[in-house]
């Protein structure tokens, strides 16, 4: 995804720790780990689930940055607000908690807005990678 490495790099710099949740498979553990590594992507722990809905819950999550329409209904549902990252696909998606944002450095934002203002855990989705991000 186009300004990721940047994103989640601000984000870190901001003094977050970052943790990377993605979908793959275990036997893909070292490949996804060298692929971050290569793209500038920062992180402090990588977790491979299919429950990141459930994680984003215990972890106390606040935000979520969501391309796929459904991923962000389902975090809104879950009480996360959902910044949904504009695409040709989810232009006709909306719904409460869900709000569309153009690009990510507008997530970054939010991470410092909400940082400023309370101490939740933040999300964000880069691709096929969701990252936990601690504040």
Request: aromatic share 8%; hydrophobic share 50%; net charge negative.
């Amino acid at each position: 995804m186009p300004g990721a490495a940047a994103a989640v790099t601000a984000v870190s710099r901001l003094g977050v720790p970052v943790v990377v949740c993605t979908r793959r498979p275990v036997d893909v553990c070292d490949a996804t780990k060298a692929a971050l590594r290569t793209n500038g992507v920062p992180f402090d722990l990588l977790i491979l689930s299919h429950q990141k809905v459930e994680l984003a819950l215990v972890l106390s999550c606040a935000l979520s940055v969501e391309d796929n329409p459904a991923y962000a209904q389902e975090f809104a549902e879950a009480g996360i607000v959902s910044l949904l990252l504009d695409a040709s696909y989810n232009r006709n998606a909306e719904g409460e908690g869900v709000v569309r944002i153009f690009e990510l450095q507008e997530a970054v934002n939010a991470v410092k807005i909400v940082k400023f203002c309370s101490g939740p855990s933040f999300v964000v989705r880069c691709g096929v990678l969701y990252l936990f991000i601690f504040l």
